[in-house]
Every structure is written in structure tokens, then in C-alpha cells.
């Protein structure tokens, strides 16, 4: 089993930055890949960024894409979402997730796009005001 533990959500006006940090534990951050997921009110969730630590393989929801960067680091089963040029319609609570055993670039937006886990953490909350 993987737990995982999501922080880093803030308040912060448009055009500011945050990072969100996934903590991870139980298996090494090798055997699966992470998906950033976000939700806001009256909207379904969507997959951000799923990134696999093992190949580097990444994929960005379009809207996100040349802001936000997933990285990992693996010593310290970590990965991060740094979140540049937020946008209002970035709010939402944002929760990272496992998946086991998923590789490669065409796998990580399969992951996303589809929901694809194993395993949930709670979410926290990013709200970004205009």
C-alpha cells in the first residue's frame, strides 16, 4: 500500500506562484507514478500532471502547460508541482495519487486524462483571487 499526504495550497493572487509537495511512503517512488488531480466546486475532477519518477515521463493538462512542473526527488520520496502564473481558474483542491507499475510519457496522459489510481491522498486547497 502507498499513503500519500498533499500540501503546499495557499491563497495567492493571479500571477503568483505556489508549490504543492506529495509526500509519499510505503513503497518506493520507483513502482509508480503520481498524478497531480484537481476538483473545483460544481466541476468534475480533472488530471493535471501525471509524472512516472522512474522514466521521467511527464503529462500536462494543456491549460497548465508552460506554467505548472512536476518533478520528484526520490531520496526523500517527494513530488512537486510548482505552480507558476496561477490563474483564477486554477482553484481547486488538488490531490495527488498512485498508480502502480505505470511508465512513459503516453501512459502518464492515459493516467491522467482517464483517472487512472491506486491510491488517494487528501487534497489540499489552492485558491488564486484576481
Known amino acids: 500500500e502507498v499513503q500519500l499526504q498533499a500540501s503546499g495550497g495557499g491563497l495567492v493572487q493571479a500571477g503568483g506562484s505556489l508549490r504543492l509537495s506529495c509526500a509519499t511512503s510505503?513503497?518506493?517512488?520507483?513502482?509508480?507514478?503520481i498524478g497531480w488531480f484537481r476538483q473545483a466546486p460544481g466541476k468534475e475532477r480533472e488530471g493535471v500532471s501525471c509524472?512516472?519518477?522512474?522514466?521521467?515521463?511527464?503529462y500536462y493538462l494543456d491549460s497548465v502547460k508552460g506554467r505548472f512542473t512536476v518533478s520528484s526527488d526520490k531520496a526523500k520520496n517527494m513530488v512537486y508541482l510548482q505552480m507558476n502564473n496561477l490563474k483564477p481558474e486554477d482553484t481547486a483542491v488538488y490531490y495527488c495519487?498512485?498508480?502502480?507499475?505505470?511508465?512513459?510519457?503516453?501512459?502518464?496522459?492515459?493516467?491522467?486524462?482517464?483517472?487512472?489510481?491506486?491510491?488517494w491522498g487528501q487534497g489540499t486547497q489552492v485558491t488564486v483571487s484576481s
Open positions: 495519487a498512485a498508480s502502480l507499475g505505470l511508465v512513459g510519457t503516453q501512459t502518464m496522459g492515459i493516467m491522467c486524462r482517464n483517472t487512472i489510481t491506486d491510491f
Open positions: 509524472h512516472s519518477s522512474s522514466d521521467g515521463s511527464a
Open positions: 510505503g513503497r518506493p517512488l520507483d513502482d509508480y507514478a
